[in-house]
């Protein structure tokens, strides 16, 4: 939240992400009043920026949502797989589903789409700039400028040389403050020169055990970049053989439309081949597999087979299924393409743990499991020191990230680009 004067504002309102207990947090009441809201931004679509949004409109918020238009058209389908996801949290475990379908479509109808780089009032005094953040589809980070003061939200910050997006925008001079994520501030990302070279080669050393390889995918972004690096690899390329590439997530199906629609957001490479007429998400061998049906059809199709589900985590989703049949055969593979919370089942076994509990069952886990930073939606230490740096911001502001994550990056920023940060706590000032 931020406040000019006596107006009150927030950047994202999303669900905690996690173990059982990390998740409850999302049930405590919001410790402020929606109603005394002036405005709501929104930097991009993922639930843990944007899963809590309607509770916001169903305690008395009145306003506006701020978006890009890629964003609201994700966040449509972000919120309703979130209803479904708590109804049926509700339906096993009776904990509570904390809005319904008409808190969903209130907060659609109040969006209002913004285009990168335009200016906006959002009251009289208080006017905003989204940036091109380059983490997912439609992100962005956000500039305010009030009172003669510069503040700048980061969101979540994009990895280099991501394929469809843009890179992220240099950040604005003359930041009085900045509030930035840290997901990855204290790890490097492997070397990654050809990023094309290190999924082939992943992936044909998976199939040439002759088994599955299961890539856990969140929906938004990672699911479309890897249909998008398959068809150059599979379809314009040939450096692997054909073989069926199942993406079973509804989700991510639909999230793939939107990809399609807002084509003007793409990069350089990705615009031309649009232009030249080739179909980025669609390629022989790749099966979308929508509905309950077809996804029960991919284990009588026998391996080598690749198939992407979510949720990215495996804290849910078609994902489990796979697992719970894959997990314990070595001629399988799993691997981990994004970040993985503590506490979920995806970080468990990224760890060494064997066995793991799934839907009631105890698994072995005797399958190659294999992990890319590389493929990740988020920066690393070096993208965000050089990023933060080249603006040198009066004063920076460190969170999402584990607490020792966020420390370390604290000292690289002062040893390294002489900036001055602190790691953020709940409920902290920062004045301005
Ligand atoms: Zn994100």
Redesign the pocket.
């Known amino acids: 939240m931020f406040t000019v004067g006596d107006r009150h504002f927030l950047v994202d309102c999303g669900m905690f992400q996690g173990d059982k207990i990390k998740e409850s947090k999302n049930r405590d009441p919001l410790p402020f009043d929606p109603a005394s809201l002036s405005g709501v931004l929104i930097t ?1 679509a ?1 639930l ?2 944007v899963g809590r949004l309607p509770l916001l409109v169903k305690k008395g918020y009145e306003g506006k949502f701020y978006a890009t238009a890629p964003t609201i058209e994700l966040l449509e389908l972000i919120l309703e797989d979130a209803l479904q996801i708590m109804m049926h949290n509700h339906r096993a475990t009776g904990a509570e589903v904390i809005y319904d379908a008409t808190d969903i479509a209130k907060v659609m109808q109040r969006c209002k789409p913004v285009e990168y780089l335009e200016k906006i009032t959002i009251v009289p005094g208080v006017v905003c700039t989204f940036h091109d953040a380059g ?2 589809f439609g ?1 962005a980070f956000i500039e305010v400028e009030a009172e003669g003061k510069k503040a700048v939200f980061s ?2 910050v994009g990895n280099i040389n991501v394929p469809i997006l843009r890179d992220t925008e240099a950040l604005p001079a003359n930041i009085d403050l900045l509030v930035c994520e840290s997901t990855y501030g204290n790890r490097l990302h492997e070397e990654m020169t050809n990023r094309e070279e290190l999924l082939t080669n992943l992936i044909s050393d998976a199939i040439s055990k002759g088994g599955t390889l299961m890539i856990p995918s969140f929906s938004l972004e990672r699911t479309q970049e890897l249909i998008y690096e398959l068809n150059a690899i599979v379809d314009r390329k040939h450096l692997l053989p054909r073989i069926p590439i199942f993406i079973d997530s509804p989700l991510a199906i639909k999230a793939t439309r939107t990809y399609l629609k807002y084509t003007k957001y793409y990069d350089q490479e990705a615009g031309r081949l649009v232009k030249s007429g080739d179909d980025l998400f669609d390629f022989p061998g790749l099966v979308m597999t929508e509905t309950k049906e077809e996804s029960k059809k991919i284990n009588s199709t026998p391996g080598p087979k690749i198939i992407i589900a979510g949720a990215g985590m495996m804290t849910g989703g078609r994902i489990l299924h796979h697992a719970m049949r894959y997990l314990s055969d070595e001629r399988n593979t799993l691997l981990i393409v994004g970040y993985q919370s503590e506490g979920t089942l995806g970080r468990k076994i990224l760890e060494g743990h064997s066995p793991v509990e799934i839907m009631g069952e105890r698994i072995p886990v005797r399958c190659h499991v294999k992990s890319v930073g590389a493929l990740s ?1 988020h920066a690393d230490q070096n993208k965000l020191v050089a990023w933060i740096g080249a603006a040198q911001p009066k004063k920076v502001v460190l969170n999402h990230g584990e607490e020792y994550v966020s420390a370390d990056l604290v000292e690289k920023l002062k040893t390294e680009a002489n900036v001055v940060a602190v790691v953020a706590a709940i409920g902290a000032d920062e004045e301005v």
Request: charged share 20%; aromatic share 0%.
């Open positions: 991009h993922h843990d920026h983490h997912i992100s969101g979540d939606a």
